[in-house]
């Protein structure tokens, strides 16, 4: 919260990123018609809300920088295996995962701002996340035996643990 404009910067890019990944998961898998129509409403809600973002940043009179690497998705990444099952398993794990990891982190800016209209739209992008980290597990689940989610998803948590003790303090989303 001390240096909540790089975080604001940081939260503008990851909504683009997001919305981006949403698009390459209905590109990659355009047979699986429930996927793709999630998808397509996911890359248009994560535009949202950068665009929501963007507002908050520019009232702030601060403009938006160029993207930068997040070391916690890239690490995340390298554990996504290959194969078709496998990489859709893993990509809607993780991204359930970020994406629960954004709905906890926005509820901590949201519960850290003073009353007024940035606390509630934290309130606010914390509920999206949450639905999206539920999104991907349904998706999940709709493709997938749960035996193999569930024990995907234990491993998937152990990896992120691992990766998040590693990373350094600092304003961003993850």
């Known amino acids: 919260m001390a240096d909540f404009d790089s975080f604001l910067l940081d939260h503008a890019a990851a909504e683009k990123k997001a919305s ?81 990891r954004g709905a906890e982190r926005f509820c901590l ?22 639905r999206h980290y539920e999104l991907f597990l349904e998706l999940a689940e709709l493709y997938l035996d749960r035996e193999v989610i569930d024990r995907r998803w234990d491993e998937l948590l152990d990896i992120e643990a691992d990766i998040v003790s590693k990373l350094p303090i600092r304003a961003a989303l993850h």
């Open 20 to 100: 981006g990944m949403a698009i390459s998961m209905l590109s990659h898998y355009p047979d699986r018609v429930e996927l793709v129509a999630a998808m397509a409403d996911l890359a248009v809600e994560e535009l949202t809300h950068y665009r929501e973002v963007v507002k908050w940043i520019h009232r702030r009179g601060l403009i938006t920088v160029a993207d930068r690497k997040d070391p916690y998705v890239l690490a995340f990444r390298e554990a996504i295996r290959q194969g078709r099952d496998v990489y859709l398993l893993d990509r809607l794990l993780t991204a359930s995962i970020i994406e629960a």
């Open 109 to 130: 800016v949201a519960d850290a701002l003073e009353s007024g209209p940035l606390k509630k739209f934290y309130q606010s992008i914390a509920r999206s996340e949450e």
